[in-house]
């Protein structure tokens, strides 16, 4: 509950647009903050989804009503927005860019929770990027809403370092971890509008990102092995993998390690390590392959595999 000289404030109130692990855990800090959450507009969990907890199931559980973001900048989900006359609206980790005469709406102001240090990596799928090109440190940004993407005076943020061999699961588990508490700990500021605003445009330049495609994750054995491990470890389980396109078929590499053992670029060679794959400057011990609709993580199986694929000598 939010006080001020003594005496208990009513509790401000907020309509969330919220989505993944991250949108989850930003939702449970609102909550533990003290706002009250008008509304959630939200997706339908997919089914290769179901490794977190939606929004949804937080929102029902504190009965907060739920909407699906079906067209949601049309004139109906505007004049319900504003019929609920919020102090704030909160986008964590939504997928659709909000209009401006949504963002006019509430009183103090819309934000937006983005999985980087803002102006670094602006744009989708800030996670899987940082750990494609290999940076050491990341972080979490609750920002001021503009009509345009990731843009907006920064309110709070978060650095979060990234180990080596960090996956997208597990730098996302960090992410609504240090999301949750960023955003409980921002409410007070945002209220009595005490939070300091720092404009991104003195903090340097900005990078941006878009959506991730499939091809995005492919290996080429020109890459380096830090390279190609680098799109293992940003796509490994629950995403959909890098792989290999071969002449008989997509192989995905679903995990693999950096292997000091030698091994020629583009072949495979079963060693007592394991089984390798050479890149340009070096290889990766694989751990799981999937092929065939088959998931196989003893090296004797994977080469019995490849053999039969004709991608590995007998």
Same mark, same amino acid.
């Given at each position: 509950m939010l006080v001020e000289s003594g005496e208990t404030m009513s509790k401000p109130m907020a309509v969330?647009?919220?989505?993944?692990?991250?949108?989850? @855990? @930003?939702?449970?800090?609102?909550?533990?903050?003290?706002?009250?959450?008008?509304?959630?507009y939200t997706y339908g969990q997919g089914a290769d989804e179901r490794w977190f907890t939606p929004p949804e199931a937080v929102a029902r559980a504190h009965g907060i009503p739920v909407h699906m973001a079906q067209a949601f900048n049309?004139?109906?989900?505007?004049?319900?927005?504003?019929?609920? +006359?919020?102090?704030? %609206?909160?986008?964590?980790?939504?997928?659709?860019?909000?209009?401006?005469?949504?963002?006019?709406?509430?009183?103090?102001?819309?934000?937006? %929770?983005? /999985?980087?240090?803002?102006?670094?990596?602006?744009? +989708? @799928?800030?996670?899987?990027?940082?750990?494609?090109?290999?940076? =050491?440190?990341?972080?979490? *940004?609750?920002?001021?809403? *503009?009509?345009?993407?990731?843009?907006?005076?920064?309110?709070?943020q978060a650095r979060l370092p990234i180990a080596?061999?960090?996956? =997208?699961?597990? %730098? *996302?588990?960090? @992410? =609504?971890?240090?999301?949750?508490?960023?955003?409980r700990d921002a409410i007070p500021g945002l209220v009595d509008g005490t939070v300091q605003r720092v404009d991104q445009k003195t903090l340097g330049p900005s990078t941006y990102f878009g959506g991730r495609k499939p091809a995005d994750s492919r290996l080429g054995f020109a890459m380096g092995a830090q390279e190609a491990f680098n799109q293992i470890r940003a796509v490994a389980d629950p995403w959909p993998?890098?792989?290999?396109?071969?002449?008989?078929?997509?192989?995905?590499?679903?995990?693999?390690?950096?292997?000091?053992?030698?091994?020629?670029?583009?072949?495979?060679?079963?060693?007592?390590?394991?089984?390798? %794959?050479?890149?340009?400057?070096?290889?990766?011990?694989?751990?799981?392959?999937?092929?065939? /609709?088959?998931?196989?993580?003893?090296p004797s199986e994977q080469a019995e595999l490849l053999r039969g694929l004709g991608l590995m000598e007998a």
């Open positions: 969330v647009c919220a989505y993944s692990s991250v949108g989850t @855990a @930003a939702l449970e800090g609102l909550l533990e903050a003290g706002v009250a959450v008008r509304a959630l049309d004139d109906a989900v505007y004049d319900a927005i504003r019929a609920h +006359r919020p102090d704030f %609206l909160f986008s964590f980790y939504f997928r659709e860019m909000i209009q401006a005469r949504i963002l006019e709406i509430p009183r103090l102001g819309a934000y937006n %929770l983005h /999985g980087s240090l803002l102006p670094k990596y602006r744009g +989708r @799928a800030p996670i899987n990027w940082v750990l494609v090109k290999g940076e =050491a440190e990341t972080g979490i *940004t609750l920002h001021a809403m *503009t009509p345009k993407p990731d843009d907006g005076h920064i309110v709070a080596w061999d960090e996956t =997208a699961l597990s %730098l *996302t588990d960090k @992410a =609504a971890a240090a999301g949750r508490e960023l955003v993998n890098a792989f290999l396109e071969t002449p008989s078929g997509t192989v995905k590499i679903a995990w693999a390690l950096p292997s000091a053992e030698p091994c020629p670029p583009g072949c495979f060679r079963m060693t007592r390590e394991g089984l390798l %794959l050479g890149f340009s400057d070096g290889a990766l011990r694989l751990h799981t392959l999937k092929a065939q /609709g088959l998931r196989i993580e003893r």
